[in-house]
């Protein structure tokens, strides 16, 4: 590590704040979500100094570059796919560190040996992967999905909040800013400096993102609550029942335009709201039960609202059998 952060200074911080983890069930070294690096000690008593070096690098990086939080973004079936998604990680990254001259252990993936060019993101590679597509397991930090030798939890030893990984993302990215102005850093790392010191967003990946995740949330959200109790509490004497609830999830999406947005503008925000929505199996309504209020306060700027009720079919059906709305028991 020591090597790493003498030859990339720049990383000094990133690579300092990781708690290692010694580890016999990680194949090389992988990482969580808390910064917690697993090390495998046949593993480094096998690799040079400057392949470890590499290592070092590229477990980082995927904490760096935020993996984990972007494939949490991703369809549920890229994200559970999880050998394909570190291998389009791998790519991502791998490129950059090779170009920069860095060590990297025998069986590293590269965008070459999938026929795929360099420079690209890892979204954009996972689709162009075959399905037999394999690396190291680089773990939760990585692809999103605890292996078995993780420490579960932010918890327990060592540890970075989510809060704290943020500034070493930004402290870092300014620490690479001020390398590019000397002439020495390779074009992937400017790319994500810039990119998180200047974002420019995708507002159509945000807000598939930002859809799928309430829509998740929203699925998996059958709890035991003692608001109401179970009908068998009934038929037990003395012993109260949890019920369990499912939350009703209300969406609703305001399209807020100022003067630049005419009306192809909205027409476009329309129609991503609505593929969104289908995509993830919710039925939006924009046509015929949103309503669309456009208010031409002064001319040449629209003030345009829409805002709509959309639930999955199931759990509309689902709320036709229990009045109760939002929130209705469902045992
Ligand atoms: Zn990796």
New binding site residues.
């Given amino acids: 590590m020591v090597r790493a952060a003498g030859d990339r200074p720049y990383l000094a911080s990133a690579l300092y704040s990781l708690t290692v983890v010694p580890s016999d069930g990680v194949p090389t070294m992988g990482v969580d979500r808390h910064w917690r690096c697993y090390v495998s000690p046949s593993f480094v008593a096998a690799s040079s100094v400057p392949e470890l070096a590499g290592e070092w690098i ?2 980082v990086a ?1 904490l760096l570059r935020n993996y984990h939080g972007r494939a949490d973004l991703l369809p549920t079936a890229d994200r559970r796919d999880q050998a394909r998604l ?1 291998v389009a ?2 790519c991502e ?1 791998n490129d950059d560190l090779l170009a920069d001259r860095l060590e990297l252990p025998e069986g ?1 993936a590269a965008p070459g040996d999938f026929g795929l060019e360099t420079g690209r993101l890892f979204e954009e590679y996972l689709p162009h992967l075959p399905p037999s597509a394999q ?2 397991d ?1 773990g939760s930090g ?1 692809h999103g999905a605890p292996g078995d030798w993780e420490i579960l939890g932010p918890g327990g030893q060592g540890g970075v909040s989510t809060v704290e990984a943020e500034a070493l993302r930004r402290h870092t990215a300014e620490a690479m800013r001020a390398q590019r102005n000397r002439g020495s850093l390779r074009g992937g790392w400017q790319r994500w400096a810039e990119q998180l010191l200047e974002p420019a967003v995708d507002w159509r990946r945000v807000l598939a993102g930002a859809v799928r995740e309430a829509v998740a949330l929203a699925a998996g959200g059958v709890d035991y609550t003692f608001h109401r109790p179970s009908r068998r509490t009934a038929a037990l004497r003395g012993v109260v029942l949890p019920s369990l609830r499912r939350p009703l999830p209300v969406v609703a999406i305001v399209i807020d335009t100022s003067g630049s947005m005419g009306e192809d503008d909205l027409a476009t925000a329309l129609a991503e709201v609505t593929g969104v929505l289908q995509e993830v199996g919710v039925r939006g309504e924009p046509d015929h039960r949103a309503r669309l209020r456009r208010r031409r306060a002064h001319r040449g700027a629209g003030d345009v609202r829409a805002a709509g009720r959309a639930q999955r079919r199931r759990r509309h059906r689902h709320a036709g059998r229990h009045p109760g709305g939002p929130n209705a028991p469902v045992s």
């Fill in positions: 590229h477990e995927h570190n990680q791998d990254m590293r690396c190291f680089c990585a």
